[in-house]
C-alpha cells in the first residue's frame, strides 16, 4: 500500500503557522539516489586514491575506455554524464601517469580518440576487482531476482533522465504534478 502523500502537521490554538509543502525525504527516490551516487562516490575515491592514486573520475573514465576503446571524449560525456571539464582534466592526468593514450581521429581532425595504454589496462584489471566487490556488498541482502528486479528499474529510471530534465515549471509544456507523484510531500 503507498504511502500518505501529504502529513498534516498539528496546529496549536496560539499560534497557527502557515501550511508547506516539505521533503519527505523516507519516500523521496531522488533523496536516495543522491545519498547512494554521493557516498559511494566518496568511499570510492577515497580508496582508489588509496591503493591505486586514481580518483572516481579517472576510475569511470577507465572503466569507459576499456568498454570502448578509441573513443571520444565527447563519448565518455554522453554515456556517463561527466562534465565536459572534468573528462578532459582527468585525461589529461591519466595521460600524464601513462594510463591513457591519446591519438587523432582519422575521420575527424579537430576529434581525439582515447585508449588505455598497457599500463592503463593493468591498472583497469586491478581496480575492476575491487569495484566488483564494492557492487558485491552493497547488493549483498538482495536476491537475484531481486537484483534483476533492481537493475530493470535502474535502466527504466535512467531512460528517464531527459524527459525529466526537459521540465521547466515556467514553459507552457509544464503539466500539473499529480496527486500519485506528490507522496514525497508532506505538508507542514
Sequence with gaps: MPRPAIRRPETTPKKKKAKREVLNL???VTYFFTVLA????????????????????????M????????????RITQVIGLDKGAVSRES???????YLAVEDDEHNA?????????LGYELHDQVIQVALERERRLLSDLSEDEVDVLVDLL??????????????PGSTAAVKTSIRQRRNTIVR
Excluded at 38 to 61: M, Q, V
Design 63 to 74: 572503466a569507459m575506455l576499456a568498454i570502448e576503446p578509441g573513443i571520444p571524449p565527447a
Design 155 to 168: 535502466a527504466r529510471t535512467t531512460a528517464k533522465i531527459p524527459y525529466v530534465n526537459e521540465y521547466d
Design 92 to 98: 589529461r592526468r591519466l595521460e600524464e601517469k601513462g
Design 26 to 28: 523516507s519516500y523521496y
Design 110 to 118: 579537430r576529434r581525439k580518440k582515447l585508449s588505455l595504454t598497457p
Design 38 to 61: 554521493n557516498k559511494l562516490a566518496t568511499g570510492a575515491s577515497r580508496l582508489y586514491l588509496k591503493r591505486f592514486g586514481i580518483g572516481i573520475i579517472e576510475w569511470r573514465i
